[in-house]
């Protein structure tokens, strides 16, 4: 799948919006890319899941693993396209989710086993850092993270995680500290795109 198809279907989807945001990572930008409504059609979740899959089929890849909930439809889908490994046994989606005091966590009965090899996967890339945190939390519960992936790395190439990355788009989008944002310094207001949009998109 090429980059260009990819943008086609964000574009088609009204997925790419402008205004004036604050990203989960606290930055701020002129730019938002919501994946939730690429990945609520079946069928572009499929198509993205099996490319992304696509990329690692060199690794061993027992399980995938990812942040809710942006990386989760997405991680299903890529486990879904990733086939059984070399003992039959099928490719799991599991993932990790904040607890009370914010923490990202395995919850629900997931485990991951002693050197089982996890493939982290996520929507979007501005700073890495739920992806960084999940890696680590599964590092933690003895697993082997052998890879992580995206669907768009919006973060210009900047991101440093301790794994081999791929992400299917790289959209350069400029993200500010808030104190350097030229958006404030014209005295507009940043919203945080995620509630607003689950409100006038219902
Ligand atoms: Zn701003």
Same mark, same amino acid.
């Given at each position: 799948m090429k980059p260009d198809a990819i943008k086609q279907i964000l574009e088609t989807v009204g997925a790419v919006r402008q205004g004036h945001f604050e990203l989960t990572s606290g930055l701020h930008s002129g730019t938002y890319v919501q994946c939730?409504?690429?990945l609520q059609y079946p069928k572009y979740a499929?198509?993205?899941?099996?490319?992304?899959?696509?990329?690692?089929?060199?690794?061993?890849?027992?399980? +995938?693993?990812?942040? !809710?909930? @942006?990386?989760?439809? /997405?991680?299903?889908?890529?486990?879904?396209?990733?086939?059984?490994?070399a003992h039959g046994k099928p490719v799991r989606a599991i993932f +990790?989710?904040?607890? !009370?005091? @914010?923490?990202?966590? /395995?919850?629900?009965?997931?485990?991951v086993e002693p050197d089982e090899h996890v493939l982290v996967i996520e929507d979007v890339w501005t700073t890495g850092g739920s992806t960084c945190e999940t890696i680590r939390v599964l590092e933690e519960a003895g697993a082997r993270v052998v890879a992580?992936?995206?669907?768009?790395?919006r973060s210009g190439g900047s991101i440093e995680l301790p794994v081999r990355t791929e992400a299917l788009i790289d959209l350069r989008i400029e993200s500010y500290e808030p104190s350097d944002c030229p958006l404030c310094h014209n005295g507009s207001v940043a919203?945080?795109?995620?509630?607003r949009f689950a409100r006038s998109n219902p």
């Amino acid at each position: 799948m090429k980059p260009d198809a990819i943008k086609q279907i964000l574009e088609t989807v009204g997925a790419v919006r402008q205004g004036h945001f604050e990203l989960t990572s606290g930055l701020h930008s002129g730019t938002y890319v919501q994946c939730a409504l690429v990945l609520q059609y079946p069928k572009y979740a499929e198509q993205l899941g099996r490319a992304l899959a696509a990329e690692f089929m060199d690794l061993r890849v027992d399980c +995938v693993a990812s942040p !809710a909930l @942006g990386g989760v439809i /997405l991680g299903h889908e890529v486990a879904r396209a990733i086939p059984p490994n070399a003992h039959g046994k099928p490719v799991r989606a599991i993932f +990790v989710e904040r607890d !009370a005091t @914010g923490q990202l966590t /395995l919850r629900r009965g997931f485990r991951v086993e002693p050197d089982e090899h996890v493939l982290v996967i996520e929507d979007v890339w501005t700073t890495g850092g739920s992806t960084c945190e999940t890696i680590r939390v599964l590092e933690e519960a003895g697993a082997r993270v052998v890879a992580a992936g995206a669907l768009i790395d919006r973060s210009g190439g900047s991101i440093e995680l301790p794994v081999r990355t791929e992400a299917l788009i790289d959209l350069r989008i400029e993200s500010y500290e808030p104190s350097d944002c030229p958006l404030c310094h014209n005295g507009s207001v940043a919203i945080k795109p995620g509630s607003r949009f689950a409100r006038s998109n219902p």
